[in-house]
């Protein structure tokens, strides 16, 4: 039910924006995180926006780098500075309560994810 969109290849220290959606509920109430999942690696978090934009979680390799906002319909997760070790394919997701967390089981609806490449 969510869409994240705006991965890509860039090169160190490039950035990239990439947006979430949902063309079929909204998710205002809710809120929606951002993990990722590198080549032989777990899924990890990333990053969270509470339901009003209020409260906000960072994990830490990308403190500095990475910005999550949310507006009226998207989700978007800025970063700049982007490392190779940021090369993953990243996820959307919507909490089922209105402040989310770090750990993936606290998320109910995932989107298809966008591939971002970070080349050195």
């Known amino acids: 039910q969510l869409q994240a969109s705006g991965g890509g290849a860039v090169q160190a220290g490039g950035s990239l924006k990439l947006s979430c959606a949902s063309s079929k509920r909204t998710f205002s109430n809710n809120a929606v995180g951002w993990f990722r999942q590198a080549p032989g690696k777990e899924r990890e978090f990333v990053a969270v926006i509470s339901w009003n934009g209020s409260n906000k979680l960072y994990t830490d390799s990308v403190k500095g780098r990475f910005t999550i906002t949310r507006d009226r319909n998207s989700v978007y997760l800025q970063m700049n500075n982007l490392d190779p070790e940021d090369t993953a394919v990243y996820y959307c997701?919507?909490?089922?309560?209105?402040?989310?967390?770090?750990?993936?089981?606290?998320?109910?609806?995932w989107g298809q994810g966008t591939l971002v490449t970070v080349s050195s």
């Open positions: 997701a919507a909490s089922r309560t209105s402040h989310g967390g770090t750990n993936y089981t606290q998320y109910a609806y």
